[in-house]
C-alpha cells in the first residue's frame, strides 16, 4: 500500500542548531512528496515540495530532496530558530484516488533559546 | 485569490448528539475537496474526498458522513457522536487532479471537536 513514515518525536534542539527530520514512503507509481507545517492551534501550510526524482523542494532554510533510489524526502534546516518549533507533517500524493494526501505520523520540533 | 473557511472553530458536544461541520471554497471552480481528522498526538488521517457535487469517497469506517451539496461546499456530519470522534478536523481543497497544477492541498484552520 501507499504510506508514508517518519522519524518519531519530539525533537528538542537549541537555536542555531542542524535539523534533520527523516522521511522514507512507499508508493505505487509516482507520487508528488510535500512537507506541510502545523504551529500550535492552526492548520497546516505547506512548507516546500518536489514533483519529480532528484528535485529539492526548499523554503524559509528549509531543504528536502526527493531521492527516488531510497524513497526518501528527509527535511533538512542549517540553523533552527525558537519560531520553527512546530509539528512537522511528510506527505505524499497520488494522482489518482482524488489525488488525495497521505501523511507521516508527523515530527514535533521543539527548538530552545 | 481563494480562500477556505471552516466553521465552528471550536464545538463542545455530548456523546449522542448531532455533529454538522461546513467547509467552504472561494475563487475556484470544481476543486477536489478533503476532510481530515487529527486526534490527539496522531497524524493526519483522511476521512473523505469528493471530486464533484455529490461524489464523495470514503476512506474509513465510522460513523462519520459527508455530503456536497454545491459546487464549493463540503460538509462533515453524524447523527450520533461517539467520545472517539473529539479531535481537530481539517477541510482542504485542491485544484482538480487532472489539472495538476501546483499539487498542493490548501487546508482551512480547522475544527476542534470535544466530545464529552
Known amino acids: 500500500g501507499n504510506s508514508v513514515t517518519q522519524m518519531e518525536g519530539p525533537v528538542t534542539l537549541s537555536e542555531e542548531a542542524f535539523l534533520t527530520i527523516n522521511c522514507t514512503y512507499t508508493a505505487t507509481g509516482y507520487p508528488s512528496l510535500f512537507w506541510y507545517v502545523q504551529y500550535p492551534g492552526e492548520g497546516l501550510q505547506l512548507l516546500l515540495k518536489a514533483t519529480k526524482a532528484d528535485d529539492k523542494g526548499s523554503n524559509k532554510g528549509f531543504e528536502a530532496t526527493y531521492r527516488k533510489e531510497t524513497t526518501s524526502f528527509h527535511l533538512e534546516k542549517g540553523s533552527v530558530q525558537v519560531s520553527d518549533s512546530a509539528v512537522y507533517f511528510c506527505a505524499l500524493r497520488l494522482w489518482n484516488q482524488g489525488g488525495k494526501l497521505i501523511f507521516g505520523q508527523g515530527t514535533e520540533l521543539s527548538v530552545k533559546p | 485569490s481563494q480562500t477556505i473557511h471552516q466553521w465552528p472553530a471550536t464545538l463542545v458536544q455530548p456523546v449522542g448528539s448531532p455533529l454538522s461541520l461546513e467547509c467552504t471554497v472561494e475563487?475556484?471552480?470544481?476543486?477536489?475537496l478533503y476532510w481530515y481528522r487529527q486526534a490527539a498526538g496522531r497524524g493526519l488521517q483522511l476521512l473523505f474526498y469528493?471530486?464533484?457535487?455529490?461524489?464523495i469517497s470514503s476512506e474509513v469506517p465510522q460513523n462519520l458522513s459527508a455530503s456536497r451539496p454545491q459546487d464549493r461546499q463540503f460538509i462533515l456530519s453524524s447523527k450520533k457522536l461517539l467520545l472517539s470522534d473529539s479531535g481537530f478536523y481539517l477541510c482542504?481543497?485542491?485544484?482538480?487532479?487532472?489539472?495538476?497544477?501546483?499539487?498542493?492541498?490548501?487546508f482551512g484552520e480547522g475544527s476542534r471537536l470535544t466530545v464529552l
Open positions: 469528493s471530486v464533484g457535487i455529490g461524489q
Open positions: 475563487g475556484t471552480s470544481n476543486p477536489n
Open positions: 482542504a481543497w485542491s485544484v482538480p487532479t487532472s489539472g495538476r497544477g501546483s499539487g498542493e492541498l490548501f
